[in-house]
Every structure is written in structure tokens, then in C-alpha cells.
């Protein structure tokens, strides 16, 4: 049996990226902070860790929309290695294959981004709504 599953609550350290593929489908790239803090010979540590995210389709075109960078974010998905190679070197990636993505809290400025242009999205489905209310991290239950 193998498991690959990746669960996290963080932040965005900057606005994510929408762009289509040659057949039509929208990906959006964003990078998401992670914190953790402990102790360590009686003083408060804290550490911070960067996870390259990509989300597919109407959750890309969801998160372009309505995330900017320092809106929290939760993600579950799968991670994935690329390799590939520049200027001779050959250099691997690992990211989070987002599979669902919910909003958490926002910048207290927050709206739809002014920016986002949406003819680049499809016009496929339902938009999900923003929520007004912020979630609490310690309201999820795992």
C-alpha cells in the first residue's frame, strides 16, 4: 500500500499565477507559507516553510480570483516531482498537486483581485463564493 496525501494551512507569500496550457485548461501556480514554532534551549524558535502548489481548472481559476498574497489557504493534494533540465544542469521540483483548496482568513482589504482578467477563465460551472466568514484553523477537525 502507498500513501501520497499532503494537508496544509498557510499563507500565500504572493499573489498566485493563472496561466492556460496550449489546450485551453488553467493552472495556477502559488507558493504557501507554512509556520512552526518550539522551543530550543529555552527560547521561542520560530522557522517557516515554502511549498510550491499547483491547482488545476475551476479551483485555479478560483484561487487566481479571490486569493492575493497573505490570504491563508488551506490545501490537500499530492505531491509531485518534475525533473527537468537548464543549461545543462538537470534540476527537480517538488509541489503540491492541489485536489481541493477552502479559503481561510483574508487581508482586511480583500475582494475579487482587480487584476484578474476573466476572459482568461472557462466559462465551465458555478463560481464559488467568497466567504465572509474567516475560518479557524482549530475548527477543522484533523
Known amino acids: 500500500m502507498f500513501l501520497n496525501e499532503v494537508k496544509l494551512i498557510g499563507n500565500l507569500t504572493r499573489d498566485p499565477e493563472l496561466k492556460s496550457t496550449p489546450s485551453g485548461a488553467q493552472v495556477c501556480s502559488f507558493t504557501l507559507a507554512t509556520n512552526e514554532t518550539y522551543i530550543k534551549d529555552g527560547n521561542k524558535v520560530e522557522k517557516a516553510e515554502f511549498h510550491n502548489c499547483v ?61 484578474f482578467d476573466q476572459s482568461q477563465a472557462q466559462a465551465a460551472g458555478d463560481e464559488v463564493a467568497y466567504p465572509d466568514d474567516e475560518i479557524n484553523p482549530e475548527d477543522i477537525p484533523f
Open 55 to 115: 491547482a488545476w481548472n475551476k479551483t485555479a481559476e478560483n484561487i487566481a480570483k479571490y486569493m492575493r498574497k497573505g490570504s491563508q489557504l488551506f490545501v490537500s493534494g499530492k505531491l509531485q516531482t518534475r525533473k527537468y533540465d537548464k543549461e545543462g544542469q538537470t534540476h527537480y521540483r517538488t509541489e503540491v498537486m492541489v485536489i481541493n483548496a477552502q479559503f481561510g482568513s483574508k487581508p482586511k482589504d480583500a475582494a475579487p483581485r482587480d487584476d
